[in-house]
C-alpha cells in the first residue's frame, strides 16, 4: 500500500473480525461498473516457485491425480514409465502444463472470462499461439475498439510503474493474475491480483522480470509477459 503500485492493486483496509474469524478488507474491484465482463490473465513464464521445484525432488512421489489431469488434456503426453506407474512426478506435471499454454512462449495466459450475460470461457488450457490468444482476446472484447484503447492505455501505465517499482524489483512475483473488468459504457480496468506466490527476494538479489528464467535466477517473466500482452491488444487496433 506504500508502493508506487498502489493504484494498480486493490486497496487493503487491515484486518476486521466477524463471529471471532479474522479477515482481511480490501476494495471490490467491481463496484463502479455495471454487469461487467471479467477476464483473469495468469501473468509470467511459470506458475510455480523454485521452493516448489526444489521440495518435488527432494520427495518424488509418483502422483496419479497428476497423472489423470494430464491424460485428460493430452492422452500422449505420458512417457511409457509413466503410462506403466498410471503416475506422474510433481515436477514433471508443473513444467509440462506450462508448455501447453502461451505461458512458457509469450509469459502469459488466459485463465478464462465471463461475459456480461454471464457465458463463462474457460478453456484456454490449450491456447498458446498468439493468433490463438489474440482470438480469444478478441471474444472477450467484443471486437470493440474503444475497450482495447482503454485496456491499452491502462496497461502502459502498469508496466512504466512496475519499471519503477521498489517493490515489484525485490520480489519474485510468480503465480499473479491481472484482472480485466470493462461495461457497456466503456469503461475500463485493470489490476494485479492473487500473491499467494509473491515472495521477498534475499537482500542482494533484484529482478527485471524480463529475462529468461534458468533455475535459479528466481526471474518471473512478468513484465516479458506484459511486453507481448501489450503488443498482441495494439495488434488487434485498425490500421488508421
Not at 30 to 35: E, P, Q
Not at 41 to 55: D, F, I, N, P, V
Not at 60 to 79: F, G, I, N, S
Not at 152 to 166: F, H, I, M, P, T
Amino acid at each position: 500500500m506504500e508502493d508506487t503500485l498502489r493504484p494498480f492493486v486493490p486497496a487493503y483496509h487491515g484486518v476486521v473480525q466477524r463471529d471471532e474469524q479474522d479477515y482481511n478488507m480490501m476494495d471490490n474491484l467491481l463496484t463502479h461498473f455495471d454487469s461487467p465482463a471479467i477476464m483473469d490473465c495468469k501473468m509470467g513464464s511459470r506458475t510455480y516457485l523454485e521452493e516448489e521445484l526444489l521440495l518435488a525432488r527432494e520427495r518424488p512421489q509418483p502422483r496419479e491425480d497428476m497423472y489423470e489431469k494430464m491424460v485428460a488434456v493430452d492422452p500422449e503426453a505420458p512417457t511409457f514409465q509413466e503410462r506403466a506407474q498410471q503416475a506422474v512426478l510433481k515436477t514433471r506435471y508443473m513444467q509440462w502444463r506450462e508448455t501447453l499454454s502461451s505461458t512458457t512462449n509469450l509469459g502469459f495466459r488466459i485463465e478464462g472470462f465471463r461475459k456480461p450475460n454471464k457465458e463463462c470461457h474457460t478453456n484456454f488450457k490449450r491456447t498458446k499461439s498468439r493468433d490463438q490468444v489474440m482470438e480469444a482476446l478478441d471474444n472477450f472484447v467484443e471486437s470493440n475498439t474503444q475497450i482495447v484503447l482503454g485496456y491499452l492505455r491502462r496497461l502502459k501505465q502498469l508496466r512504466q510503474v512496475l519499471e519503477a517499482s521498489d517493490f515489484f524489483r525485490t520480489h519474485e512475483v510468480v503465480g499473479s493474475s491481472l484482472l480485466f473488468v470493462h461495461d457497456w459504457t466503456g469503461m475500463t480496468g485493470v489490476w494485479m491480483i492473487d500473491f499467494g506466490k509473491t515472495v521477498a527476494l534475499p537482500s542482494q538479489i533484484t529482478l527485471d522480470h524480463r529475462t529468461p528464467w534458468v533455475e535459479g535466477n528466481r526471474e518471473d517473466g512478468y513484465l516479458w509477459g506484459l511486453d507481448n500482452l501489450i503488443d498482441i491488444l495494439a495488434n488487434m487496433l485498425p490500421l488508421t
